[in-house]
């Protein structure tokens, strides 16, 4: 029997569900006080404190051990972190007596690495062979004439049984060369446009003076001099490059002319394609 001082007077109550609907959850005491009428009941266990419905310690956050033993138990983890220390000591005791079927947390997957991306390979410029230093103010090199080839790429070849030498011919607007017109040969037959080098072979200073750096090319480069335009085709035809400005041709009519879209349209492009169109024309003819 349950003894309550609810009220103005003490009374009480056979059950713990009437004691907490009359006094919520806090019960005074257990007597053994007999009932009004002379009938007694066997004394009630009591409850301790902390094994109360409203103990403080129920609405405290969940311990680390109670997440290891709703692990150890079957339970789930995720369920648990969501409770207070409280509730997830009943889910313990439910999973414990068989009142809460096991309900693991599935494994997190690994995410499954992509394949390494291949990397294509890099393609080394073949090294430039070293520079001959001529040491001569004076050369076989027709000068006078070179002043009038435009800048842009060539081909070179004395003869069928000779070496084919791509050349380069430009006019610096600053730095060291400034002024003058530089000759370069290019070595690599790579397509693309950072897989060759240039190598300085013929210097004409503005003084008139001239560095050779390489000899042996002063005869191709009077070949070059001696008819620039079919030097700058031959280029054209064996690089498949613009022999303007060296990017690539793709198109037909790039290719025909040997003149890049840009190009093309310049006054030295158009000219170029006058000669090709009239030579042509002729031929036909003919």
């Not at 004691?19 to 004394?43: E, F, I, K, M, R």
């Not at 009519?253 to 006058?274: D, F, H, M, N």
């Amino acid at each position: 029997m349950l003894h309550c001082a609810r009220g103005n007077k003490n009374h009480y109550h056979l059950t713990l569900d009437e004691a907490y609907q009359c006094w919520g959850t806090t019960v005074l005491y257990v007597s053994d006080a007999p009932l009004p009428g002379g009938t007694s009941l066997p004394a009630a266990p009591k409850r301790d404190h902390w094994k109360r419905p409203d103990a403080p310690w129920r609405a405290k956050p969940v311990k680390d051990s109670q997440l290891d033993e709703v692990k150890r138990r079957g339970g789930s983890v995720t369920k648990a972190k969501t409770m207070n220390r409280g509730e997830c000591s009943d889910y313990i005791d439910g999973l414990i007596g068989g009142l809460i079927p096991p309900e693991p947390d599935e494994e997190p997957t690994k995410p499954v690495s992509a394949p390494p991306a291949l990397t294509p390979p890099v393609v080394t410029p073949p090294a430039a062979p070293k520079q001959e230093w001529a040491g001569k103010d004076t050369t076989k090199v027709l000068t006078p004439l070179l002043k009038l080839v435009p800048e842009g790429y060539y081909a070179s070849q004395l003869d069928d049984d000779s070496e084919l030498h791509f050349l380069r011919v430009s006019r610096p607007e600053s730095g060291q060369y400034k002024d003058c017109i530089k000759i370069q040969k290019m070595y690599g037959t790579a397509p693309g446009m950072s897989d060759y080098r240039l190598e300085n072979v013929f210097i004409l200073w503005p003084s008139g003076k001239v560095s050779v750096y390489k000899a042996s090319l002063e005869d191709p480069i009077n070949l070059l001099i001696a008819d620039y335009k079919a030097a700058g085709r031959l280029f054209a035809k064996k690089k498949k490059r613009c022999l303007r400005c060296n990017a690539s041709l793709t198109d037909s009519v790039s290719l025909k002319y040997g003149l890049g879209p840009e190009c093309i349209t310049t006054q030295y492009g158009q000219r170029i394609v006058a000669e090709i169109d009239d030579a042509e024309a002729l031929r036909l003819a003919s």
